[in-house]
């Protein structure tokens, strides 16, 4: 056995040294090492040496183990370093890296997202409607009548079915009230389409973010209290706001809201970015004959609504002059809102 362990040493290190890749160095390790390894079975041998020999041979045992181990794992290393460097063969590590550029939110999402947040944290839910409405969803539950000019073929995409491209968010309105119990406390943001003109300030595919509460005792106060804290939140408490009666056929009293726009170097003017009002009862009419419950009966319930441009939102925010910019996915111009 004396003689034994040596011999295992050598031819071991012999192994090692010409191990030419990871794995053969591998099996040098199990066929010495390993469980039914040869340096393995001599230590399990040991219980047979004289006692007397016992102290000599255990440590020629251990000093073979030790130097093998050594060898071996100077040897991965060695043959570690050979695959990274094999890796590496014809990379210039002295290049300078490539720029990688994240991207950024569009602004438009940013504006969105904020005025969700505000309005989430005053208790409003989201909602959701179709975009592809028909008549009754964006007009004549909506009180208005069939001569409005906003259902003027003229104004808005008719498909052949008789269906719509809406208008406006506001048939979310119905949507909600179709289902649900008041109070109701609900935002809707999402596209809105129109026949327009394109210019500066019009897109025929523009965004909205539409907004409704119905309760039993919901007062114009509210809702200006509602909207003058949004507008502040979003643009800071100093700026102006103010409201406009105006007319839409599904508010009474109704207003526009118009927030005064200082951009530096220009004459500060009054921009309108919301229309709002007391639901009119005739919408909640509509719905309570549609309803078998009374959930929506005008004489129990009152509430006030209010749409707004969220393209408008984003261009004051930011002092964008064009509307355009804001669908032309110009990199030049998007990346000014990282
Ligand atoms: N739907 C209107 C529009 O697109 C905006 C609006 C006005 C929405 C008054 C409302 C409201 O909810 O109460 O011009």
């Known amino acids: 056995m004396k003689e034994q362990i040596p011999a295992i040493q050598t031819e071991a290190l012999a192994r090692i040294a010409t191990a030419a890749d990871e794995r053969s160095l591998d099996d040098v390790r199990v066929a010495v090492l390993g469980k039914k390894g040869t340096l393995t079975l001599v230590a399990a041998g040991m219980k047979d040496v004289p006692k007397e020999d016992k102290a000599e041979v255990g440590q020629l045992l251990n000093a073979a183990r030790t130097t093998i181990t050594a060898a071996f794992e100077e040897k991965l290393r060695a043959l570690q370093e050979l695959t990274d460097r094999a890796a590496l063969a014809g990379i210039d590590v002295t290049l300078p890296a490539r720029i990688v550029s994240a991207g950024v939110l569009h602004p438009l999402t940013q504006i969105r997202d904020e005025a969700i947040g505000i309005l989430r944290r005053m208790g409003f839910a989201l909602a959701d409607g179709p975009e592809i409405e028909d008549e009754f969803h964006c ?40 289902t649900a119990t008041p109070p109701v406390r609900i935002i809707a943001p999402g596209s809105a389409y129109r026949r327009d003109e394109i210019d500066a300030t019009h897109l025929s595919v ?39 009666p105006h007319f839409f056929p599904f508010t009474e009293p109704s207003f526009e809201i118009d927030v005064k726009l200082t951009v530096k170097g220009q004459a500060p003017r ?32 009152t509430g006030f609504a209010f749409g707004m441009g969220l393209d408008r939102l984003a261009m004051i925010r930011w002092g964008i002059k064009d509307i355009r910019l804001l669908i032309e996915n110009d990199v030049r111009f998007l990346k000014q809102f990282a």
């Open 206 to 244: 523009f965004n909205q973010l539409e907004g409704l509460y119905v309760a039993g005792d919901v007062s114009l106060p509210d809702l200006k209290g509602t909207l003058e804290y949004f507008l502040h939140e979003l643009f800071g408490p100093q700026t102006e706001v103010r409201f406009r």
């Open 139 to 178: 007009f004549d539950a909506l009180n208005t009548p069939a001569d409005h000019p906003a259902r003027n073929e003229k104004d808005t995409f008719y498909f052949d079915s008789g269906k719509l491209l809406r208008t406006h968010t506001s048939s979310v309105q119905i949507r909600t009230m179709e």
């Open 270 to 301: 009054w921009i309108e970015v919301a229309g709002c009002g007391m639901v009119d009862p005739a919408v909640f009419e509509s719905i309570h004959n549609n309803r078998k419950d009374n959930a929506f009966n005008p004489e129990q319930v």
